[in-house]
């Protein structure tokens, strides 16, 4: 079975920094890893899917690269309302979720 | 716009069986190119896939759950609905309903809010 690590699960950041977290799958997935946000009592939001394609109306500040095993989501300027958990999910065999990281305000 | 909506008994009893129903708005379950999921998250942990169903009927479960659970089709009323036997407090989680993207990586798009069900007696 494809594990995935996300890390860290939780950071503390300021507004304006740039964050990266990791998603280490255990095998290949190709490109196939997604990406979401998820705040407090809301559904998760798809932000990213096959790695680095961003959605529709998700701000570019988000960006997504890796394949293979290794991947990324980055925001490159913290904003207030990024604060919130991320996770990665993979789909190369049965959906797949990462068990998350807690952006949170330093 | 696209819309799903849980609903169902928020409280089980152990050892009885989860029912819980997605009704869909804004898109037929019927068409090609997407799968309907079932996925849940116990308060205060991640996110857990339960399975899902293809417009042709076909499932796929989370292997640890195949044998307690049960997605399926009501094309009539365009809704799916999930069966969950034999539940216990580990049951116990939001359960979300979502529409995925039937190809590689399958994202998945479109979200219930989210319904909460608490295996209790």
């Known amino acids: 079975d494809i594990q995935l690590t996300q890390s860290p699960s939780s950071l503390s950041a300021s507004v304006g920094d740039r964050v990266t977290i990791t998603c280490r799958a255990s095998q290949s997935i190709r490109s196939y890893l997604n990406w979401y946000q998820q705040k407090p009592g809301k559904a998760p939001k798809l932000l990213i899917s096959?790695?680095?394609s961003l959605q529709t109306g998700v701000p570019s500040r988000f960006s997504g690269g890796g394949s293979g095993t290794d991947f990324t989501l980055t925001i490159s300027s913290l904003q207030p309302e990024d604060f919130a958990t991320y996770y990665c999910?993979?789909?190369?065999?049965?959906?797949?979720f990462g068990g998350g990281t807690k952006v949170q305000i330093k | 716009q696209l819309q799903l909506q849980e609903s169902g008994s928020g409280l089980v009893k152990p050892s009885q069986t989860l029912s819980l129903t997605c009704a869909v708005s804004?898109?037929?379950?019927?068409?090609?190119?997407?799968?309907w999921s079932w996925i849940r998250q116990p308060p205060g942990k991640g996110l857990e896939w339960i399975g899902y169903?293809?417009?042709?009927?076909?499932?796929s479960y989370y292997p640890s759950l195949n044998s307690r659970v049960t997605i399926s089709l009501d094309r009539s009323k365009n809704q799916f609905s999930l069966k969950l036997t034999s539940v216990t407090a580990a049951d116990t989680a939001v359960y979300f309903c979502?529409?995925?993207?039937?190809?590689?990586?399958?994202?998945?798009?479109?979200w219930g809010q989210g319904t909460l069900v608490t295996v209790s007696s």
């Open positions: 804004g898109a037929s379950i019927s068409s090609g190119g997407y799968t």
């Open positions: 979502a529409r995925g993207h039937d190809f590689g990586g399958h994202p998945f798009d479109y």
């Open positions: 096959a790695a680095s």
């Open positions: 999910q993979q789909s190369y065999s049965s959906p797949l």
């Open positions: 169903i293809y417009p042709s009927g076909t499932t």
